[in-house]
Nanobody
Framework: QVRLVESGGGLVQPGGSLRLSCAASGIIFSLYVEGWYRQAPGKQRELVATITGYGSTTYADSVKGRFTISRDNAKNTAYLQMNSLEPEDTAVYYC??????????WGKGTLVTVSS
């Protein structure tokens, strides 16, 4: 059974930082592209960042220079370090593991609220 479990969300003031974690089980983690997505209230889910098993990364323009995605294949865990958070970053953040059209898995999400 495949499981992706996000953690690390919470309430933070503008300008603050959070680190999200995504613990995976039931898959050969290193073979999967790991991604972080987010969905703000009333908006569609959007891609935040991805990282391949070899460590190649991509970022949405809105988070470049502020967020860093990483992974530890030995721990089957992906991370999203979020710095200089803005109210516009408020959303539910979801972890995704993808190795093809029939190998696509999602976590249940973790809420990040940026507010003073």
């Amino acid at each position: 059974q495949v499981r992706l479990v996000e953690s690390g969300g919470g309430l933070v003031q503008p300008g603050g930082s959070l680190r999200l974690s995504c613990a995976a089980s039931g898959i050969i983690f290193s073979l999967y592209v790991e991604g972080w997505y987010r969905q703000a209230p009333g908006k569609q889910r959007e891609l935040v960042a991805t990282i391949t098993g070899y460590g190649s990364t991509t970022y949405a323009d809105s988070v470049k220079g502020r967020f860093t995605i990483s992974r530890d294949n030995a721990k089957n865990t992906a991370y999203l370090q979020m710095n200089s958070l803005e109210p516009e970053d408020t959303a539910v953040y979801y972890c995704n593991a993808n190795a093809g059209p029939n190998l696509d898995y999602w976590g249940k999400g973790t809420l990040v609220t940026v507010s003073s």
